[in-house]
């Protein structure tokens, strides 16, 4: 089951990504923590920059979610929520 992670979402008040699992759509979002964990004590890089680079973790920590079933189904779309103990 392939995850593609796709570009932010435009919701800049949440953190997720447009993304497709197996040609269906999906919404993976991270939590305060998860994007703490993330940044590493990452300093002055910015958060779109350090969240690209982070892309294959964000990626394997849906991808156990998803195996597990821990997903939502909303509007025809999965939705996935990735915390610090996910990553």
Sequence with gaps: MPITL????????RRCFHASIDGRRAL????????FKLAERGGGRSLAAMLDK???QIIDAAQRLVEKGHFAE????LEIVVTALDL
């Excluded at 993976?28 to 994007?35: C, M, P, S, W, Y």
């Excluded at 909303?74 to 779309?77: E, I, L, P, T």
Aim: glycine share 14%; aromatic share 0%.
């Design 6 to 13: 796709g570009p932010p979402h435009a919701d800049s008040s």
């Design 28 to 35: 993976i979002e991270l939590d305060n923590g998860a994007v």
């Design 54 to 56: 982070k892309q294959p």
């Design 74 to 77: 909303r509007d025809g779309a």
